[in-house]
């Protein structure tokens, strides 16, 4: 019981660009304010894939970012997950279309998918917290409930609403 | 009491097993603490070094391809068991299996013991096969040398003046010390207190400094449980050094009771740990020329 609360609350991140236009960084760079206070919650950046427990992957997965990615992915010790952060790793955003363009996901086992271009760090950090139940279950071994499957749809339209709308999301940043 | 139970007492209860592990823990969390209240930085909570500890038990272990496997794990294993049995040797108040052991060179064996920890980035940064390792062993290798020098020098001032090499007779408590006695304990204490952030393994991996950037160490290749070893035995080790410094230049000294020993070990234990974790982790935090 402890160690399935210590994953919960031990949890060291990776972010990844794989050819973004620097927008997503600038949101998760935003994580380390003291607003959100990441280290009281047990969350942290990572120095090292080998440390990390959730890769957070932003921009188009280019070409030349194929191999790198994957290589980085292999190097996260089990259980592990990925986000998608931003629209372009799931379907390319502005970016689709162009030649060589391919969504992240034919490349990397995609677990949580957060569109937005770019979305707030608050909603960065509710897919965080995706993640995180995803390797509690991982760990333990459990499967989802139709019930908490379909609360999640839900959710993830919601946030996909949210993200079309710009206020809306500068509403839910406040504090 | 049998002297296997004594042993075993030593081991698993005080000063090694529980003792050791809680107050590795509390004195981790504290010089965290201390650091980040001084630097003004957010703070982690209380347990966060033992969720991370658990965490990393059960997650998969993998070394770098290419790896001394065997080196590698026998290292690990090292820097945990070597400090624990350094405890286990350490005349402290209330170690009764340490008052039973009569040997002549039992401070060289607790030296050894407690820099098989310090050393062991240097040799592991070579076993494993990464790149990162092998930088920060080349890094390491002057820093530690020059501080490891310093110990050794403080040490050799005590077994010179107390005339033995053995724990038992350099742990004898000074009824009454003459001036110039008490003069270069202190002196060698305090060059004792300067070094010991060699004896501590490096705190900052770039893992709780909120830092993205890659930092070179012997730690970077290392995933779940080889990870968790180094954290108990950064643990471990901060209580080992400051129980050395306490049995040398301390506690002889303390000639009041059990009590007041106690009082005096723990208090060395606090006050060493803070040290070498200001001394190790604390940075100015930068102010704008204006």
Redesign the interface.
């Given at each position: 019981m402890f160690g399935r609360r210590a994953s919960q609350h031990s949890v060291w991140l990776f972010p990844l660009n794989s050819g973004s236009c620097n927008g997503c960084e600038q949101e998760i760079q935003a994580l380390h304010a003291a607003r959100y206070a990441l280290e009281e919650g047990g969350i942290a950046f990572a120095s090292s894939p080998r440390h990390a427990d959730i890769l957070l992957l932003t921009g188009i997965m280019t070409p030349r970012s194929q191999a790198a990615a994957r290589r980085v992915w292999e190097q996260l010790a089990e259980p592990r997950a990925i986000v998608a952060v931003g629209d372009c790793p799931i379907n390319g955003s502005v970016f689709r279309g162009a030649p060589g363009f391919a969504p992240a996901g034919e490349t990397l086992p995609i677990d949580v998918e957060l569109p937005g271009c770019p979305p707030s760090p608050t909603l960065i950090l509710e897919a965080i917290a995706a993640a995180i139940k995803l390797l509690d279950q991982e760990e333990t071994g459990e499967e989802e409930t139709e019930e908490e499957e379909t609360e999640k749809a839900g959710a993830g339209d919601e946030q996909e609403e949210k993200a079309d709308d710009p206020n809306e999301q500068d509403e839910q940043d406040e504090p | 009491m049998n002297i296997v139970v004594r042993y075993a007492i030593t081991l698993f209860l005080f000063p090694g097993g529980v003792f050791a592990l809680l107050a590795g823990w509390v004195l981790l969390w504290l010089s965290e603490e201390s650091g980040a209240r001084v630097c003004g930085?957010?703070?982690?909570?209380f347990?966060?070094p033992?969720?991370?500890c658990?965490?990393l038990?059960?997650?998969?272990?993998?070394l770098p391809a290419g790896t001394e496997a065997g080196g590698a794990r026998l290292l690990l294993l090292l820097a945990v068991v070597a400090p624990l049995l350094a405890l286990v040797l350490l005349p402290l108040p209330g170690n009764s299996a340490a008052n039973t052991i009569e040997t002549s060179g039992d401070l060289l064996a607790i030296l050894l013991l407690l820099l098989l920890p310090v050393l062991m980035p240097l040799f592991l940064g070579e076993l494993l096969a990464s790149p990162?390792g092998r930088i920060a062993a080349r890094r390491e290798v002057w820093r530690c040398g020059l501080l490891i020098g310093g110990l050794l020098l403080s040490t050799l001032t005590i077994v010179v003046q107390r005339g033995a090499l053995s724990l038992s007779i350099l742990t004898l408590q000074q009824l009454h010390p003459s001036p110039a006695s008490v003069m270069v304990n202190i002196l060698a204490g305090l060059l004792f207190l300067l070094c010991l952030p060699a004896l501590l393994p490096p705190a900052t991996?770039?893992?709780?400094s909120?830092?993205?950037?890659?930092?070179a160490g012997a730690y970077?290749?290392?995933?779940?449980a080889g990870?968790a070893l180094m954290l108990l035995s950064a643990a471990l080790q901060r209580v080992a050094a400051g129980s050395l410094l306490a049995a040398l230049f301390v506690l002889p000294f303390v000639t009041n009771g059990l009590i007041a020993q106690v009082a005096a070990y723990l208090a060395t234990l606090l006050f060493s740990s803070l040290f070498a974790g200001f001394a190790s982790g604390v940075s100015k935090r930068y102010s704008f020329a204006r």
């Amino acid at each position: 019981m402890f160690g399935r609360r210590a994953s919960q609350h031990s949890v060291w991140l990776f972010p990844l660009n794989s050819g973004s236009c620097n927008g997503c960084e600038q949101e998760i760079q935003a994580l380390h304010a003291a607003r959100y206070a990441l280290e009281e919650g047990g969350i942290a950046f990572a120095s090292s894939p080998r440390h990390a427990d959730i890769l957070l992957l932003t921009g188009i997965m280019t070409p030349r970012s194929q191999a790198a990615a994957r290589r980085v992915w292999e190097q996260l010790a089990e259980p592990r997950a990925i986000v998608a952060v931003g629209d372009c790793p799931i379907n390319g955003s502005v970016f689709r279309g162009a030649p060589g363009f391919a969504p992240a996901g034919e490349t990397l086992p995609i677990d949580v998918e957060l569109p937005g271009c770019p979305p707030s760090p608050t909603l960065i950090l509710e897919a965080i917290a995706a993640a995180i139940k995803l390797l509690d279950q991982e760990e333990t071994g459990e499967e989802e409930t139709e019930e908490e499957e379909t609360e999640k749809a839900g959710a993830g339209d919601e946030q996909e609403e949210k993200a079309d709308d710009p206020n809306e999301q500068d509403e839910q940043d406040e504090p | 009491m049998n002297i296997v139970v004594r042993y075993a007492i030593t081991l698993f209860l005080f000063p090694g097993g529980v003792f050791a592990l809680l107050a590795g823990w509390v004195l981790l969390w504290l010089s965290e603490e201390s650091g980040a209240r001084v630097c003004g930085t957010l703070r982690r909570g209380f347990t966060q070094p033992l969720r991370d500890c658990v965490k990393l038990l059960g997650k998969t272990t993998s070394l770098p391809a290419g790896t001394e496997a065997g080196g590698a794990r026998l290292l690990l294993l090292l820097a945990v068991v070597a400090p624990l049995l350094a405890l286990v040797l350490l005349p402290l108040p209330g170690n009764s299996a340490a008052n039973t052991i009569e040997t002549s060179g039992d401070l060289l064996a607790i030296l050894l013991l407690l820099l098989l920890p310090v050393l062991m980035p240097l040799f592991l940064g070579e076993l494993l096969a990464s790149p990162y390792g092998r930088i920060a062993a080349r890094r390491e290798v002057w820093r530690c040398g020059l501080l490891i020098g310093g110990l050794l020098l403080s040490t050799l001032t005590i077994v010179v003046q107390r005339g033995a090499l053995s724990l038992s007779i350099l742990t004898l408590q000074q009824l009454h010390p003459s001036p110039a006695s008490v003069m270069v304990n202190i002196l060698a204490g305090l060059l004792f207190l300067l070094c010991l952030p060699a004896l501590l393994p490096p705190a900052t991996w770039g893992l709780f400094s909120g830092s993205p950037e890659l930092i070179a160490g012997a730690y970077t290749d290392l995933t779940g449980a080889g990870l968790a070893l180094m954290l108990l035995s950064a643990a471990l080790q901060r209580v080992a050094a400051g129980s050395l410094l306490a049995a040398l230049f301390v506690l002889p000294f303390v000639t009041n009771g059990l009590i007041a020993q106690v009082a005096a070990y723990l208090a060395t234990l606090l006050f060493s740990s803070l040290f070498a974790g200001f001394a190790s982790g604390v940075s100015k935090r930068y102010s704008f020329a204006r």
